[in-house]
């Protein structure tokens, strides 16, 4: 305990002394007087292309839905009036032709 502490009194006033100059010498930042980033024109492309994908997948999405959802009861109803009511075999068989 006693080397930790006298280790951190010798080192912390260089470590101090030596990052002064450096907080001295920093440029000062300006913040930006743009409420959006890239307003210029930038990226407005990109935001177009994004944004007119997403919309024709929704779409895409949606039209496939309910397209599927009357194809499956069109389908259901044709399976349901062509096959007439099964019925199971007796098991065991009561003859031997079985």
């Given at each position: 305990?006693?080397?930790?502490?006298?280790?951190?009194?010798?080192?912390?006033?260089?470590?101090?002394?030596?990052?002064?100059?450096?907080?001295?010498?920093?440029?000062?930042r300006s913040m930006s007087s743009s409420s959006v980033p890239g307003s210029s024109g930038d990226g407005l492309i990109y935001y177009l292309v994004v944004g007119v994908s997403v919309a024709g997948a929704g779409f895409y999405i949606y039209r496939t839905l309910h397209r599927d959802k009357a194809r499956y009861a069109d389908r259901a109803s044709y399976i349901e009036g062509r096959q007439p009511e099964w019925k199971a075999k007796p098991w065991p068989p009561q003859s031997g032709n079985e």
């Open positions: 305990m006693h080397l930790c502490r006298a280790a951190w009194r010798k080192l912390v006033p260089l470590a101090r002394a030596s990052s002064t100059p450096l907080l001295r010498n920093a440029p000062l």
